[in-house]
């Protein structure tokens, strides 16, 4: 099997931005995920990142997850355990509002940092959805635009994780096996401590963690969103592929996993320039509203996507499909 795919995002302001691009491409056709290295954001912030959120676990969050383990025996148990996972984390707000001045334990500096960092990840987020767009021959901005719906933003956030270490590691997953539910997310990971696999070709791969890298994979809507008419309806030209973290028996690790996804009302369907003019009254492609999606996802999150793909194609004749909102 290939190499899993790296691509240098500062190679596309020289002589190799096609190849560059090319390898997008491919990595979205058939890996749905990549590694980005030279992003932009910088690895002062990145550092800052990493240490305060350490940080923030060791002072606040590591004794409750140790307190939740006993609470649930985890420790002793002697069969698999398929209803949770070992991670302890928190959700953070950005958009359309923020919530991080609400969430508790969080120190200034660490705040000022999650911001800072939040907004460079937004920029980078919305430069690679054009360049998805430029792969596909879309206009610049349209993902954008039909992320953002009618009330004009998207679903922002970050889900701030950490793996401790893992006396069961063979029983227990760190987070279980799935698809993302929303649009592009955008990965911090620890560089030193491992255990995010890849579903490719019915085989699990590592994705190896490096410093200062992001993790890009993508999600469902991309995939719905990607369909042509050459394409069934749960095999969009860009994929959204099974994932899950491996528990480890050493070492924590740090997760700061970024979800740039449609607004609530934001109305998801297949770019009409990807579907063949011959095909626009063949209602082969599900169309829904993203907020119906999440809350059918919610739960049957650590099941195959397709049944939910069908569910939401059986739901369509209720969604109003309006224009896609100008930003």
């Not at 290295?37 to 690895?43: E, F, L």
């Not at 609400?102 to 690679?128: C, G, H, N, S, T």
């Not at 369907?269 to 095909?279: D, F, G, I, N, R």
């Not at 509203?289 to 919610?298: G, N, P, Q, R, S």
């Amino acid at each position: 099997m290939e190499g899993f795919p790296v691509i240098d995002l500062s190679k596309l302001n020289g002589d190799e931005r096609s190849s560059t691009m090319e390898m997008i491409k491919d990595a979205c056709e058939n890996w749905g995920f990549f590694e980005l290295v030279n992003h932009g954001i910088t690895p002062e912030l990145m550092d800052t990142v990493e240490r305060l959120t350490k940080e923030h676990y060791r002072k606040c969050m590591e004794q409750r997850f140790k307190e939740m383990v006993a609470s649930k025996g985890l420790e002793a148990v002697q069969s698999e355990v398929s209803d949770l996972d070992w991670e302890s984390t928190f959700f953070l707000r950005h958009l359309p509002e923020s919530n991080i001045s609400e969430i508790p334990d969080l120190e200034e500096d660490y705040r000022k940092a999650m911001k800072e960092f939040a907004l460079e990840v937004e920029k980078l987020a919305e430069q690679l959805l054009d360049l998805l767009c430029e792969n596909l021959g879309l206009e610049k901005g349209y993902f954008k635009k039909a992320f953002y719906g009618c009330k004009g933003s998207p679903t922002f956030g970050t889900k701030v994780s950490n793996y401790p270490p893992c006396p069961k590691p063979d029983l227990i997953k760190g987070l279980r096996a799935h698809t993302d539910a929303g649009g592009l997310i955008l990965l911090f990971q620890d560089d030193k401590v491992s255990g995010l696999q890849l579903l490719k070709d019915g085989q699990w791969v590592d994705v190896p963690p490096m410093k200062h890298s992001l993790v890009i994979n993508l999600g469902d809507q991309l995939e719905v969103l990607t369909h042509s008419l050459q394409e069934v309806i749960t095999n969009g030209k860009y994929k959204s592929v099974m994932h899950r973290v491996l528990a480890q028996p050493d070492g924590n690790r740090m997760s700061i996993a970024s979800f740039y996804n449609p607004g609530s009302d934001a109305v998801i369907y297949p770019a009409p320039a990807l579907v063949e003019k011959e095909a626009e009254d063949i209602q082969l492609y599900p169309k829904f509203v993203f907020e119906d999606y999440m809350k059918l996802y919610a739960g049957l999150k650590f099941q195959a996507k397709e049944p939910r793909f069908e569910a939401m194609k059986a739901m369509e004749s209720t969604v109003n499909l309006g224009p896609i909102a100008t930003v």
